[in-house]
């Protein structure tokens, strides 16, 4: 069917069921195929899903999506990215559910615009930045950091004395997503903490290669703790 034939609500659910699909890679490829300016004002509804899966992959289909309108046209990118940015913003007025993860997805998947947005994510851990103080949000800034961290660590490195003391937090995931992040960029004064980690036995979740597992503290501590004295000696 011609997209562009479609009402929005229809388009709208049109997308929904490709999100849902049990051939989600397929369905991406679909998704990209769409005028990225008609799919991303679905696409940001469905941040808010109370549909985990639905959200997401959503945040995937947004990285991808807005990495290939990069290609095209950098600036209709970089309005996507403030769009982002507005949502985390006090005067937005909202909270921003999803943001986060999706600037990180984004800039996993696009090296210009991750060269010139990463020093905008690490600020939304930073007291004196742009601090969420929402735990949820936090997560979520954490994972976006981690995300990042997998493909382009050289930009996250100056994330590191802000992601340090979420190694010791109250919160099991925020420990697991700090641990997961740091894992990446192997920082030699994140070796302690790391070597606390090793003896926690809480579980927390977390979405990795397009799917939610769960993971004990403990496990991820000793694989960064690994992948930390792999950069040492490659050192």
Same mark, same amino acid.
């Given at each position: 069917?011609?997209?562009?034939?479609?009402?929005?609500?229809?388009?709208?659910?049109?997308?929904?069921?490709?999100?849902?699909?049990?051939?989600?890679?397929?369905?991406?490829?679909?998704?990209? #195929?769409?005028?990225?300016?008609?799919?991303?004002?679905?696409?940001? +509804?469905?941040?808010?899903?109370?549909?985990?899966?639905? &959200?997401? &992959?959503?945040?995937?289909?947004?990285?991808?999506?807005?990495?290939?309108?990069?290609?095209?046209?950098?600036? +209709?990118?970089?309005?996507?990215?403030?769009?982002?940015?507005?949502?985390?913003?006090?005067?937005?007025?909202?909270? *921003?559910?999803?943001?986060?993860?999706?600037?990180?997805e984004i800039l996993a998947c696009n090296e210009t615009l991750a060269?010139?947005?990463?020093?905008?994510?690490?600020?939304?851990?930073?007291?004196?930045?742009?601090?969420?103080?929402?735990?949820l949000m936090q997560r979520s800034?954490?994972?976006?950091? *981690?995300?990042?961290?997998?493909? &382009?660590?050289?930009?996250?490195?100056?994330?590191?004395?802000?992601?340090?003391?979420?190694?010791?937090?109250?919160?099991?995931?925020?420990?697991?997503?700090?641990?997961?992040?740091?894992?990446?960029?192997?920082?030699?004064?994140?070796?302690? *903490?790391?070597?606390?980690?090793?003896?926690?036995?809480?579980?927390? #979740?977390?979405?990795?290669?397009?799917?939610?597992?769960?993971?004990?503290?403990?496990?991820?501590?000793?694989?960064?703790?690994?992948?930390?004295?792999?950069?040492?000696?490659? *050192?």
């Open positions: 069917m011609n997209t562009q034939s479609q009402s929005g609500r229809e388009f709208k659910r049109r997308v929904c069921v490709l999100l849902k699909s049990a051939d989600f890679d397929r369905s991406l490829e679909e998704i990209l #195929q769409f005028p990225a300016r008609r799919v991303i004002n679905p696409l940001f +509804s469905f941040l808010y899903n109370s549909d985990e899966q639905i &959200r997401w &992959r959503t945040i995937t289909a947004m990285g991808a999506v807005v990495a290939k309108l990069a290609d095209e046209d950098m600036e +209709s990118a970089r309005v996507i990215m403030r769009r982002l940015m507005w949502n985390l913003n006090d005067e937005s007025g909202g909270i *921003g559910w999803g943001s986060p993860e999706a600037m990180g060269k010139e947005y990463a020093h905008i994510l690490i600020s939304y851990i930073r007291e004196e930045g742009n601090f969420q103080g929402h735990k800034v954490l994972w976006g950091i *981690g995300r990042l961290s997998q493909v &382009r660590p050289e930009l996250v490195k100056g994330s590191v004395p802000y992601l340090l003391p979420y190694l010791k937090s109250r919160d099991d995931s925020a420990r697991g997503l700090a641990a997961w992040a740091m894992g990446y960029l192997g920082p030699e004064e994140a070796g302690e *903490g790391f070597e606390f980690l090793t003896k926690d036995d809480a579980d927390f #979740q977390i979405y990795i290669d397009r799917r939610s597992v769960k993971h004990k503290e403990k496990a991820l501590a000793k694989e960064s703790l690994e992948k930390l004295h792999l950069s040492f000696n490659d *050192g």
